[in-house]
């Protein structure tokens, strides 16, 4: 069974861009989750996503925001990047009617210049 | 709110000898937990969870848990650290209405000398 897929793995934006990253969960897997790491703040939450429909959210500013599609694959989108937002972006799938337990990718490492 | 703390930032043991990391959560109702690993410029991955049952907590690469309401703990151990044990580990919480909000502690980085 394939893991959870994000790409691209590395990125550089300038300050005032806009970027968007991509998750493709294991398949069967409807609920996707993405977590944002800086050496800072640690890993916290973004948003997560289950059947197209957002329910939970992070406290990070409206810049932030994501989307699921039919298929379960989901993209987030940070817009007006500061360099703040250089992180590690993670995404994680997880199907709750097996039980609990995420599956990270292996990340998308954001730098902002 | 919920809450994960990881008392140890560094740990440094020697190969083959016992480990143990500590997390302690806060947490209202009964807590999803979980612990990660990750090896630098990687993503995470789930060494075990707990969610209901018996309250030791067996997972893969020879790594257990022992969830103690009683201390809000739950405490990864493995009884003889090999070399490639080095990493950086997360405690986690389950939190939000669906328990699908992971909150992480801070991790403990640990090293291991041959």
């Known amino acids: 069974k394939a893991g959870v897929t994000q790409t691209p793995r590395y990125l550089i934006k300038t300050r005032g861009q806009q970027v968007t990253l991509s998750c493709s969960p294991i398949s069967g897997h409807r609920s996707v989750s993405w977590y944002q790491q800086t050496p800072g703040q640690g890993l916290q939450f973004l948003f997560e996503?289950?059947?197209?429909?957002?329910?939970n959210k992070g406290n990070f500013p409206g810049r932030f925001s994501g989307r699921q599609f039919s298929n379960s694959r989901s993209e987030m989108n940070v817009s007006t990047l500061e360099l703040g937002d250089s992180a590690l972006y993670l995404c994680?799938?997880?199907?709750?009617?097996?039980?609990?337990?995420?599956?990270f990718g292996s990340g998308t490492r954001l730098t902002v210049v | 709110a919920q809450s994960v703390t990881q008392p140890d930032i560094h740990i440094t043991v020697s190969e083959g000898a016992s480990l143990e990391l500590r997390c302690n959560y806060s947490?209202?109702?009964?807590?999803?937990l979980f612990w990660y690993v990750q090896s630098p410029g990687q993503g995470l991955q789930l060494l075990l969870k707990?969610?209901?049952?018996?309250?030791l907590v067996q997972g893969i690469k020879g790594f257990e848990a022992e969830f103690k309401r009683s201390q809000s703990s739950f405490n990864l151990r493995k009884p003889s650290v090999h070399w490639s044990d080095a990493a950086e580990y997360f405690c986690a919480v389950g939190a939000g209405e669906y328990g699908n909000k992971l909150v992480f502690g801070a991790g403990t980085i640990l090293r291991v000398k041959s």
């Open positions: 994680a799938s997880s199907d709750p009617r097996v039980n609990y337990g995420y599956t």
């Open positions: 947490y209202g109702a009964t807590p999803y």
């Open positions: 707990y969610f209901s049952g018996d309250t």
């Open positions: 996503y289950f059947s197209e429909t957002q329910r």
